[in-house]
């Protein structure tokens, strides 16, 4: 069974930096590719960056140049997203997304969100 757990959210001051974490778990799973996506209140769910196994990445436009995805090569389907020069806009839940192959079954999982306030 594949899990995907993320950690890292919290409370920071405008310009400050925070950096998520996220890791998909189960034996079988292979990641094709890994996102990180997020929801403010009243609002849909949005791409924030995506990565994928061959190394491409894509973000939005509002995060251009001030977040990074990146994986853990030491660590099987792990990824980060680092977030600077944060914005009260960036205020969110923001979710990890895994899609690829359990053992030969493809799917797409989402964590349980971790939250992110951007306040003075």
């Known amino acids: 069974q594949v899990q995907v757990v993320e950690s890292g959210g919290g409370l920071v001051q405008p310009g400050g930096s925070l950096r998520l974490s996220c890791a998909a778990t189960g034996s079988g799973f292979n990641a094709v590719v890994m996102g990180w996506y997020r929801q403010a209140p009243g609002k849909e769910r949005d791409s924030v960056a995506v990565l994928s196994s061959g190394g491409t990445t894509n973000y939005a436009d509002s995060v251009q140049g001030r977040f990074t995805i990146s994986r853990d090569n030491a660590k099987k389907n792990t990824v980060y997203l680092q977030m600077n020069n944060l914005r009260p806009e960036d205020t969110a839940v923001y979710y990890c997304?895994?899609?690829?192959?359990?053992?030969?079954?493809?799917?797409?999982?989402w964590g349980q969100g971790t939250q992110v306030t951007v306040s003075s």
């Open positions: 997304n895994a899609i690829g192959y359990d053992t030969t079954r493809p799917g797409n999982y």
